[in-house]
């Protein structure tokens, strides 16, 4: 088992930067691929970016070159650094942490929200 909680989400005015965190409690962190959807209203849940233990990341390319996964396995912790936010970037952020064993396994964290407007 393994939970997630995410932080960082807040209200930003455009062009402005937010980095959430989302800390994992459970064991084997590294084996996990770790990442970011985003769900805006009306619209489908959709993948931010996602990264794997010892790769750089993927991202969607409405956020390539805005944003910036990274994650610490020491603290089991998977960050996404935001910047120049959009107001098209306001969604609730949730995090999600995915392996295959003999099928996939998959966590969700509880979802912070981001706002970006002026």
């Known amino acids: 088992q393994m939970q997630l909680v995410e932080s960082g989400g807040g209200l930003v005015q455009p062009g402005g930067s937010l980095r959430l965190s989302c800390a994992a409690s459970?064991?084997?962190?590294?084996?996990?691929?770790m990442g970011w959807y985003r769900q805006a209203p009306g619209k489908e849940r959709e993948l931010v970016a996602s990264i794997r233990d010892g790769d750089s990341g993927v991202y969607a390319d409405s956020v390539k070159d805005r944003f910036a996964i990274s994650r610490d396995n020491a603290r089991s912790t998977v960050y996404l650094e935001m910047n120049n936010l959009k107001p098209e970037d306001t969604a609730v952020y949730y995090c999600?942490?995915?392996?295959?064993?003999?099928?996939?396994?998959?966590?969700w964290g509880q979802g912070t929200q981001v706002t970006v407007s002026s």
């Open positions: 459970g064991s084997n962190f590294r084996l996990y691929v």
């Open positions: 999600i942490a995915q392996r295959v064993v003999v099928r996939l396994i998959e966590y």
